[in-house]
């Protein structure tokens, strides 16, 4: 198979565009060029080659400015047999996979995420259910997202983030050792919560004018997760419907925890009961994800998803974790991410563009969080890895 890289640089003020196919370069115009090429793999996007010389074809530097949308998969795979839980994956859009750490690793896990939630002194305990209540905890979204307090830089969401077998994962998925990471948040769900409202939430990360595969999502779970006990909620197959659900444009629906207008998610897509059930009817099957202690789901972004509460006797244990090939990134992405990482600040799921610093402050009765930190409790290790995950350091 061949090998199609489109790049896009910058020289002076003007944008160069630039294709290699098997290391020939060649001229671009657009990128329905490369979809006519079926002989080759697209594998790379706004790949800089930096030695590269060559013609080039230039063009206005505009064209870069956000928001900007790639209308292709990043990585075009082509039907194969892996042999492993990658051919679930493209069947469905959606797998778990087990034993990715220990039991005894996610205790760990466990372990700190309670601890993290004392380190607040809000008065919360764990084995007290009446300190289960938005009073004695940090202030989250949906029951138990935590994105907020540096939360997305503590050491134990970094340890995570590089458990060898995790970053496995999105190395077979992607066939490059060469990867960046979100810097995602973590849930921490109280069963039986009194003091909530809650309601499904039913939405996809992925922009409808971006088409193809361009991001997944995961999460690596800690506890015991039963059907009774919350948690990831997937619209099994619906990746595969989301060029024909997006063929005509549609309206994000007005979801009462719907992020005001003001706050610009690129990527983030509600659907109403209507289009749930719209995909039901072509087939997709709403699915609870039941998880061990240890195992990870991944799930292609254009996936419908949600987080449901427990309702069992459970506390919900979850580190987000997305990683995309560095290549994906542009500088200016990489220049962003590097600022989001020194300020300790949250991402969005996407790893490689799309870097909108959550620089929302946690709200209490109106007020920020007389708790809030710009810090975490226990700053992550500075190892190679850390620094290539976060794209400050290349490969
Ligand atoms: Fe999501």
Known sequence: MGVVQE???????????????????????????????????????????PTMTSTKVETPAAESQEPQYNNVDLVHFEPRHYGDWRDEFHQNGCVVIKNVISPERAEYYRDKQIQWLKNFELGFDENDESTWTTEH???????????????????????ART??????????????????????????????????NWSPWPHCDQNQNRKGMQAVQG????????????????????????????????????????????????????????????FKEQGCELIKVNMEPGDFVLWDSRTMHYACLPEGDQIRHVQYICMTP??????????????????????????????RPTKEKPMRNGEVCP??????????????????????KEY
């Open 7 to 49: 790049t896009l640089d910058s020289c002076s003020d003007h944008q160069v565009r630039y294709i290699v196919i098997n290391n020939n370069l060649n001229l671009l115009d657009s990128i329905s060029d490369i979809q006519d090429q079926r002989d080759f793999e697209l594998i790379a996007y706004r790949n800089i080659p």
């Open 137 to 159: 905890l940090p202030v989250s979204f949906k029951g138990g997202m935590y994105f907020a307090y540096a939360a997305p830089h503590e050491k134990m969401a970094w340890e």
């Open 163 to 196: 458990e060898p077998a995790v970053v496995e994962i999105f190395e077979k998925l992607w066939e490059t050792k060469e990867l960046i990471s979100s810097f995602d948040g973590m849930n921490i769900s109280m069963p039986r919560r009194k003091d909530l």
């Open 219 to 278: 999460l690596l779970n800690y506890a015991p997760n039963g059907p009774n006990d919350g948690g990831l909620m997937l619209m099994k197959g619906s990746s595969k419907l989301f060029d024909e659900f997006f063929k005509h444009k549609r309206e994000s629906f007005d979801h009462e925890d719907a992020p005001p207008p003001e706050i610009k998610y690129m990527d983030l897509f509600l659907f109403s009961e209507k289009d749930v059930n719209w």
């Open 326 to 355: 560095r290549r994906f990134a542009t500088p200016e992405a990489l220049e962003l991410k590097k600022q989001c990482f020194e300020n300790f600040v949250g991402t969005t799921h996407w790893p490689h563009c799309n870097i």
């Open 371 to 392: 708790k809030d930190r710009s810090e975490p409790f226990e700053k992550p290790e500075l190892t190679d890895t850390v620094l290539r995950l976060a794209g400050v």
